[in-house]
């Protein structure tokens, strides 16, 4: 369980920032080649994004897709972004089904200390998130406790959305709070016009759906992302 997560490319990342692709955007009936496609096109990790009809009003994926993307490809970095009410119940079938991150919400009523521990304990990397409308001091108390701090700049539910300049200064607040080996994510309406402010701004992880499934030139579209 621990070799797991010393070999994170959270703590120990090659380059910043890290381009996640969420595959929510991604053709279903060509998932695996879709990701792989992402993978050898630079992309450093693969993000799910699993929603329960509840916490947002839709509905994606689960544990049994995420084994089917960790069978197929061994050594892929997966994150998955829990947007569902109570995370804590769906720790166990994640770690099971071979995620890497599991990051759940402030707002979606588990102890967020309880929540890290019981992530760490199942061997994975610990991630908060928080929803736009959410104010900033909701999520400092906890961020100590996580590898990650998830930054939502659309309100969640579907990608495709436009991004949410405001969130900004919640990303600078934060920023300046986490450890150098504490990863700071955004995801929503992130593309070639929004990648700089949130980098600016202390993202190191940044997401993107629409920016990357919806061109025709993944490499292109991820090392813009990127920057470099
Ligand atoms: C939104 C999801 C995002 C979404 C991003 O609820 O958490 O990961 O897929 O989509 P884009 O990049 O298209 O805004
Ligand atoms: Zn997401």
Do not use: W
């Not at 928080?130 to 990608?159: H, K, Q, R, W």
């Not at 997401?207 to 292109?220: E, L, N, R």
């Amino acid at each position: 369980m621990q070799l797991q997560r010393s070999m994170s490319i959270l703590t120990t990342p090659t380059s910043l920032p890290l381009v996640a692709p969420s595959i929510l955007s991604a053709d279903f009936a060509n998932l695996g080649e879709e990701c792989e496609k992402t993978l050898a096109a630079g992309a450093d990790l693969l993000h799910l994004d699993v929603m329960d009809g509840h916490f947002v009003p839709n509905l994606t994926m689960g544990p049994a897709l995420c084994n089917s993307l960790r069978s197929r490809m061994p050594d892929v970095y997966l994150d998955v972004h829990l947007m569902v009410n109570k995370p804590m119940e769906y720790v166990e079938s994640f770690a099971k089904a071979g995620c890497n991150l599991f990051t759940g919400h402030v707002e979606a009523n588990d102890d967020p200390f309880a929540l890290a521990e019981a992530i760490h304990d199942a061997g994975m990397d610990a991630g908060i998130a928080i929803n736009p409308p959410t104010d900033v001091e909701d999520i400092l108390p906890y961020i100590e406790a996580f590898d990650l701090v998830l930054v939502m700049s659309v309100n969640p539910g579907f990608s495709g959305q436009a991004f949410i300049p405001e969130v900004l200064s919640k990303v600078e607040v934060i920023a300046e709070r986490l450890r150098p080996d504490q990863r700071l994510q955004m995801d929503g309406g992130v593309g070639a016009a929004t990648c700089e402010s949130c980098r600016s701004a202390g993202c190191d992880v940044l997401v993107a759906a629409s920016a990357i499934f919806g061109s025709d030139d993944y490499a292109t579209a991820i090392t813009g992302l990127r920057g470099h």
